[in-house]
């Protein structure tokens, strides 16, 4: 199956091809057409001709009938094509039969998506959140254009900290600190933790001498860590659960999973004569990176105590997704400031042979939640804002909404998809890269580029099959109004729109998709009535729009790991 866009490169590569230089067409959307067709500039500047001969040339070698109805060449030399009814038509109806909508699958690929990845013992926060979320949304895209995903929930879950940690939960007594911890009040812990490691030398102690004991495989020790990370794991879970993401306990491989496979890093490594003694620990130093006085930097894989640390873990990780996982590419949706050090570790992989070629690492980084004061999202004291809060915080308002809205369709349900579409749309539709600021009353805001705006829409068609008379159904398609052709242009835009995101990895790009589609919709709507349509061939025609408006919005939204209810 292909889109449009691949059927018209199809055909313009060959009249490209013809010129004496090569060059490939590139598509472009414009407001002036359908299409426009850019590379005629170029090409002329390459042959020394005028490129709007160029153009001419182009197009006189092309065929296109089927799909083009009008052609034109524009300004200094550009393309411009629109598209014809019947090939608008012939594409809903593919979209309309087939499951994909009409999406083709990508190359068959194995992507292991590195995503969440909160830490033990310790509160998720608003960069765990926009992992999660940014995470999930690219795995579902993945999945849908036929990728084979294996998720990998790198949680920290070892260290030097759970020295301290575990003798915190001995002191406290274990069924005290479960009870503490089972109800999610992980940052109490930590700190109280925190605070008696600063304070009391015999605690540290105990602390140093536990982590020698836990790393040396002492059973009693391993028993009470694994207490401590089984009720973190239970924690993460239950917000998953709310966030409706697709992650589940045997995605969890934290960071501990790696510990047998450390060893066998320095060893490869130092077999590569990558490292380099410094200051008593193992280092690579990749070329490229320098600190600020331009010194090369190196990433530090066994520290001069002997211990590992964040980098050999990450390293070891690298090789356990390639050569056991069978990874095409790796994704890491992780915070921008983390940029460093896994480009660091991907330079190191890649010296060693252990990223090349056939497989990639690709660090989806995004940027900071900020509160409204523009600085980082924390609560009043300046305390993590706990996630977990955040979504009840969610959930209420939008109750709220509703409430103030008079719908009466199954509220708890409703205001639950609500909250986590504005949630969830608010943190995807804005560029990854970018910080944004966390503002409730605009992402429960029924206008604008919100969740419950997409939502409200697709509710709304679902009304108009509920409200239509018995028998009355969906029929031929026929693209009479501008309206209706406008729609159809952008119900076939999506195999682009989904490229594009994936391109990028960033789900911002499909959210504009459906903020226009539904706004597209919308004016639709507006100009041509549906059920009161003039005869019951453009009724059926219309209905058929509708259905393939609502069908584009709910797959695009579950795309986004947003809910799509039919009443609201
Ligand atoms: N646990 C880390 C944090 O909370 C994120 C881990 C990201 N993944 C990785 N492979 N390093 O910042």
Redesign the pocket.
Known sequence: MSTLVARLLNRLQPAFDALEVGADPVLRTSDRADFQVNGAMALGKRLGRNPRDVAQEIVDRLELSDLVSDVEIAGPGFINLMLSNEALVAQLEIMGSDQSLGVPAGPAATVVV?YS???VAKEMHV??LRSTVIGDSLCRLLEFTGSTVIRRN???DWGTPFGMLIEHLLDLGEENAVEGLSMGDLNTFYTEARAKFDADDSFKERSRNRVVALQGGDEESLRLWRVLVGESVRYFDAVYRDLGVLLEDYDVVGESHYNPLLDAVVRDLDAEGLIVESGGAACVFPPGFTNREGEPLPLIVRKSDEGYG?AAT?LA?IRDRVDTLGADRIL?V??AP?AQH?EMCFAVAAMAGWLGEETEAIHVAFGSVLGSDRKMFKTREGGTVKLKNLLDEGVERARQALIERDADEDLEIIARQLAMGAIKFADLSTDRQRDYVFDWDRMLAFEGATGPYLQYAHARICSIFRRADEGVEAGPIALDEPAERALARHLVALPDAIDATLESYSPSKLCSYLFELAQSFTTFYEHCPVLRAPDDATRASRLSLCELSATTLRVGLDLLGIEAPERM
Request: aromatic residues 12%.
């Open positions: 590195d990845a909160p830490n960069g765990h790198h949680v920290g964040y990450d990780a890491y992780v915070g983390q896994l």
